[in-house]
């Protein structure tokens, strides 16, 4: 079973929102950075944002800025993101991951989620 797994993904119309969280299991990454990735049909694997243990640094690709909120629940070792005003562009599959701020602006991770679909209709 993987460390880390998604869900709140779905089918939304543009414009509209979707909130999708990460959740732990077997073990805390309350010491690791955590962030959210996606990846579109036929493209690579993209990062989307990024929030540092304890939430004093948050990062969002330029894509998402002003649309998407990354969040954290550091007792609970959940993840969140908010995603407002969606677009068809932001259809992906969206993957959770837990490494380092400086990993992931290199894209790349130590654990990754197994993905959560989201589609986004013109």
């Known amino acids: 079973q993987g460390l880390l797994k998604e869900s709140g993904g779905g089918l939304v119309q543009a414009g509209g929102s979707l909130r999708l969280s990460c959740s732990a299991n077997?073990?805390?990454?309350?010491?690791?950075?955590l962030g959210w990735f996606r990846q579109a049909p036929g493209k690579g694997r993209d990062f989307v944002a990024a929030?540092?243990?304890?939430?004093?640094?948050?990062r969002y690709a330029d894509s998402v800025k002003g649309r998407f909120t990354i969040s954290r629940d550091g007792p609970n070792d959940a993840l969140y993101l908010q995603m407002d005003d969606l677009k068809p562009e932001d259809t992906a599959v969206y993957y959770c991951a837990a490494g380092s701020l400086d990993g992931f602006a290199s894209g790349g991770s130590s654990f990754w989620g197994q993905g959560t679909q989201v589609t986004v209709s013109s």
């Open positions: 929030i540092s243990p304890g939430a004093a640094t948050i």
């Open positions: 077997g073990r805390t990454f309350n010491t690791y950075a």
